[in-house]
């Protein structure tokens, strides 16, 4: 049996705390601390939400739509910091392996939507041989209208740049607004039929819990 998403990231958590500073490990271990504390946003996407439609670009830069995602069944958004995040990268790989096999019983599409360019989504498309459409959601703009995106904190962005990773280069405005690691299941209305926000940005949504959501669509 495979891992899940979890015990994946766990062990890369073990991993990164044996190769950081020491500086660095504290300057996110108080950020989460925070971001825990802090809870959900309380204005954030609920089931039984309408979705505004959208248009965003796909990794080769053709405008894709919620109204296409859904034209023929339910659509799973998976909203994701970047292609820089290993964690994010770990829960791609897991849906691309146990998710996307299985959606078509269902009729369902998978979409994940970052901040970053185009060109950067196509090249963590690549690497993982996802077959699925990778969004680029310019300055978050979309996740900010669902109330998951938020900004980074200084000391957060200084930890990352010392680490040789500035987010404002991939991004598609050079922002450094993110959102917030979040999944939702659309139905062909597009209503919001299920929500899972991670205050957590180590944690992800269990494969099983997005069938689980599609199951109960009927």
């Known amino acids: ?41 309380s ?3 609920a089931v039984g939400d309408v979705l505004s439609d959208f248009t965003l670009p796909d990794a080769t830069g053709t405008d894709v739509s919620l109204s296409q995602l859904v034209a023929d069944g339910p659509a799973v958004l998976v909203f994701y910091r970047g292609g820089w995040c290993p964690y994010c990268n770990i829960a791609l790989h897991q849906y691309q392996a146990e998710l996307v096999p299985k959606l078509a019983r269902y009729g369902a599409t998978l979409a994940a939507i970052s901040p970053q360019k ?6 963590t498309g690549e ?6 459409a990778v969004l680029s959601d310019a300055g978050a703009r979309i996740a900010r209208a669902l109330g998951i995106a938020f900004e980074p904190a200084a000391d957060v962005l200084e930890a990352q740049r010392a680490l040789g990773l500035d987010i404002r280069d991939g991004n598609v405005d050079g922002s450094t607004e993110l959102p917030m690691p979040t999944v939702l299941v ?24 997005i069938l689980a959501a599609l199951d109960h669509l009927g």
């Open 127 to 132: 690497k993982h041989d996802l077959q699925f």
């Open 118 to 123: 185009p060109d950067e989504s196509l090249s």
């Open 43 to 45: 204005g954030a996407v």
């Open 186 to 209: 659309v139905d062909s209305g597009r209503v919001v039929r299920f929500v899972d926000v991670k205050v957590d940005y180590t944690s992800r949504t269990e494969v099983p819990e």
């Open 1 to 41: 049996m495979s891992q899940t998403i979890q015990e994946q990231s766990d062990e890369l958590k073990a991993a990164s705390t044996k190769r950081l500073p020491a500086e660095v490990l504290e300057t996110f271990a108080r950020d989460l601390a925070t971001k825990l504390a802090n809870g959900r946003p």
